[in-house]
């Protein structure tokens, strides 16, 4: 058995270990010059594996790119932010409109600069020499990059402002206990009982917004609730 594989043993060859490292080397030229290429190709693109937030956008030109988000924008500018709320058990619902006109005056609440985007977008993963290039696009084809707008702005304190002038109806104060004299002589007096209230988180309002904009995602926002004790009980 011994005497069977030592002679299918294979000899020592420089030859053969040349021939290996010849075609490892040769596969390394080809895919490296496959990559320069694929840098030349995405100079005028977006870096494929580019998304914001969901939405692939990789391989996108400048002016393609300028035009969806801005459709993007206005889709969102038109159709409003749903926000949801509950009261006293019953789920209800209003549109926010972020960006509109009021007697001839444009109201923006949230504002967003287009070419600035684009321009970050565009030079994303193209940064340092060619080997430095090579190897961002290898990263963002084996690693897909989530990215956001990095230019949208929001009124905070407006759009705090408007959602509460239309949910404050809705809204449950606390009611502290209470001591009414009716009359010293002969004494009576009438005791009010406490009770907590019911009172909307509007803070994080403009954050989620922001967030779902620059992430192209159509904003859904839900109003939490906190219960507000007395404060006298």
Request: no cysteine.
């Amino acid at each position: 058995m011994k005497q069977f594989f030592a002679e299918r043993k294979l000899p020592f060859s420089w030859q053969r270990i040349g021939f290996v490292v010849g075609i490892v080397f040769v596969t390394l030229v080809l895919l490296m010059g496959i990559f320069v290429s694929g840098v030349y190709w995405y100079n005028d693109k977006v870096l494929p594996g580019v998304h914001i937030g969901e939405i692939a956008v990789g391989g996108m030109k400048k002016e393609e790119l300028r035009s969806f988000i801005e459709s993007m924008n206005d889709k969102f500018v038109g159709e409003g932010v749903p926000i949801t709320f509950v009261t006293q058990g019953e789920n209800k619902q209003f549109v926010f409109y972020p960006v509109r006109v009021d007697e001839g005056i444009t109201v923006e609440r949230v504002q967003l600069d287009v070419d600035a985007d684009v321009s970050e977008l565009m030079r994303y993963g193209k940064s340092g020499d060619m080997l430095d290039r090579v190897m961002q696009l290898v990263g963002a084809i084996v690693r897909p990059a989530r990215r956001s707008l990095s230019s949208v702005q929001v009124d905070s304190e407006g759009i705090i402002r408007e959602v509460t002038e239309y949910v404050h109806a809705y809204e449950l104060p606390p009611r502290d206990a209470t001591l009414l004299i009716r009359s010293l002589s002969p004494l009576r007096y009438e005791i009010t009982t406490s009770s907590p209230g019911t009172l909307f988180a509007y803070d994080r309002v403009p954050e989620e917004l922001r967030d779902s904009w620059a992430k192209l995602q159509l904003p859904r926002l839900t109003l939490a609730s906190t219960v507000a004790p007395p404060a006298v009980t």
